[in-house]
């Protein structure tokens, strides 16, 4: 399949040290591709130095085109981004959540019937239109950040640790949801977690990202059959899906 | 006259003035964090313009617009090449951009236009025979065009912020900058059209007050109008729109009452009380009376 999210080299960081190190990934047009590590391996800046967040150097195409420095400008070119802690404008309705999600796009009949088609596909959030989103229960949250990452009708969507801080079965719910959306809608996905079970079972390539280095990769397949790919590098067994982890 | 209406009709005036230029602090504060001390001078400038298209014979209507718009540039251009560069590095650097800019200001006034007080005409007819009699109180023309422009102002922002998608994103960038931008909204052009914003209601708010203004037009207008309209800002939340408004008209009336029923002192003791309000909110509820506690998740 075609290469749609190609990273080479990457690095970035904060300040003078680089977090994360030459990392390379390629997220194929289509797949849901995920990259596992545990707290502080790099994650979230890698995430955020792929949308422009946090300044890189390296490559970083999208498309077979280089992507742009700004997250809203990359927005427009089909990339959009998940944060961790969802980000949703709590301050917001659920309703008016979802138009900013569509701030890229014409404004007009296709945005709305967007609004009523993401409100179908997770109930919750119709029941839940007129509501501020900071009334929202955090498994709601993540779905109105994902539903709303949608609106701008995104080629690829990363999501950063979609389980964070959710009950086992919310987290199932959540998974369920993207690979329902990427089966239906062809919307490729790069998820970082440390979930690595679930997030293994949704994808079909993975990462592993070690101290800001990539250590593995490989199918995702072969990732969850191979123990000691994940007794060496994820630490888990299949129990640990919603465990607490740390007290963030 | 019975003092208690006239007083009302003047703390209502003065108060509505002090809500548009609290509600120009707020929504440059909503989009940068940052409290726009030049606000008042950028607003006595364009009002200066304002009696420069006057003088050369035009009706104040088109000296009303043309103050607006040129507030509306200097707002953008303000947030563009002064705040911006500064604003990355740290806060207290554009503060001190934003001093620099209230001296400068008020500095180029008196070079263009000279330190002799002029005098702005009022928008609507404002004769000894221009009233509407309000019981036994007089409701003259410059009264009631602060009136109707407040509440045309009002009534856009309300159309603005509820009903456009301009006005949408300025909110999400008020509620989460970052996260709007990940959601696609170009918080840039976000802020510089709030600046601008800011910069037209301002000017808006001088070119209305001036004729009714104390020191009318000189170099000092916008001085004492400008540290109520803070103290406005701050009591109301410095955040919340509504709040804005409804602290600006408390400290217009409260002023009035204060000159009214205070006999001698009256005058002087209205800017000690305001500035009083100002420390107040700042010791004991930094948050205003709508303004949003910033709960973060660390």
Redesign the interface.
């Known amino acids: 399949m075609r290469t749609l999210l190609h990273i080479a080299d990457l690095c970035a960081g904060y300040g003078a040290a680089d977090v994360i190190r030459s990392v390379s990934l390629d997220v194929a047009d289509g797949e849901i591709a995920v990259v596992l590590g545990a707290n502080g391996a790099g994650k979230t800046t890698l995430l955020r130095a792929i949308?422009g967040?946090l300044a890189r150097t390296g490559t970083a195409e999208f498309d077979g085109r280089p992507l742009r420095t700004?997250?809203?400008d990359n927005?427009?070119a089909g990339l959009?981004?998940v944060?961790q802690?969802r980000?949703?404008?709590?301050?917001?309705t659920v309703a008016?959540n979802l138009?900013?999600?569509?701030?890229?796009r014409k404004?007009g009949r296709g945005v709305d019937a967007d609004v009523t088609k993401w409100c179908e596909f997770f109930p919750v959030l119709g029941e839940r239109r007129d509501q501020k989103a900071g009334s929202l229960s955090g498994g709601e949250q993540q779905m109105l950040a994902i539903a709303?990452?949608l609106?701008?009708r995104p080629r690829l969507v990363l999501l950063d640790e979609p389980s964070l801080g959710l009950a086992p079965i919310i987290v199932q719910r959540v998974f369920a949801a993207l690979s329902d959306i990427n089966a239906t809608e062809g919307t490729s996905m790069l998820i970082v977690e440390q979930n690595a079970d679930l997030a293994l079972r949704a994808a079909t390539s993975a990462y592993v990202l070690e101290a800001g280095h990539v250590v593995a990769s490989g199918s995702a397949t072969d990732f969850l059959d191979d123990d000691r790919v994940r007794s060496a590098y994820l630490g888990t067994d299949s129990r640990s899906a919603g465990a607490p982890r740390g007290c963030? | 006259m019975d003092v208690l209406l006239e007083r009302l009709i003047a703390g209502t005036t003065d108060g509505a003035i002090y809500a548009l230029i609290a509600l120009s602090l707020v929504v440059v504060f909503r989009g940068t964090g940052t409290i726009n001390f030049a606000q008042g001078e950028i607003a006595l400038f364009t009002t200066f313009v304002a009696w420069s298209v006057v003088t050369r014979g035009m009706p104040i209507w088109v000296a009303l617009l043309v103050a607006t718009l040129c507030g509306f540039v200097i707002g953008v251009v303000v947030e563009r090449v002064c705040v911006r560069p500064v604003a990355k590095r740290s806060d207290m650097a554009v503060l001190i951009v934003l001093l620099g800019l209230f001296t400068a200001f008020n500095s180029l006034d008196g070079l263009i236009w000279g330190g002799d007080t002029k005098v702005l005409p009022s928008l609507l007819p404002n004769g000894p025979d221009d009233y509407l009699a309000a019981g036994s109180a007089r409701i003259y023309g410059d009264t009631a065009a602060v009136w109707i422009g407040t509440g045309v102002v009002l009534l856009l922002m309300i159309i603005l912020f509820r009903f456009t998608r301009t006005g949408l994103h300025m909110r999400a960038v008020a509620n989460n900058s970052e996260a709007a931008a990940l959601a696609g909204v170009r918080v840039g052009r976000v802020l510089s059209f709030s600046w601008g914003l800011a910069g037209a209601i301002g000017s808006a708010a001088g070119v209305l007050i001036t004729p009714l203004a104390p020191a009318q037009l000189s170099l000092l207008t916008m001085l004492t109008i400008f540290i109520s309209a803070c103290a406005a800002a701050l009591l109301g939340g410095l955040d919340s729109l509504v709040g804005a408004v409804v602290a600006g008209l408390a400290i217009g009336l409260m002023e009035a009452f204060i000159i009214g029923y205070v006999p001698g002192l009256g005058d002087h003791l209205s800017e000690t009380a305001v500035l009083t309000i100002i420390v107040i909110v700042l010791l004991v509820r930094p948050t205003g009376l709508f303004g949003t506690k910033k709960l973060e998740r660390v």
């Open positions: 949308t967040a700004r997250p809203e927005v427009r959009s981004l944060p802690g980000g949703t404008l709590t301050e917001l008016e138009l900013v999600g569509a701030s890229a404004p709303r990452a609106m701008a963030r």
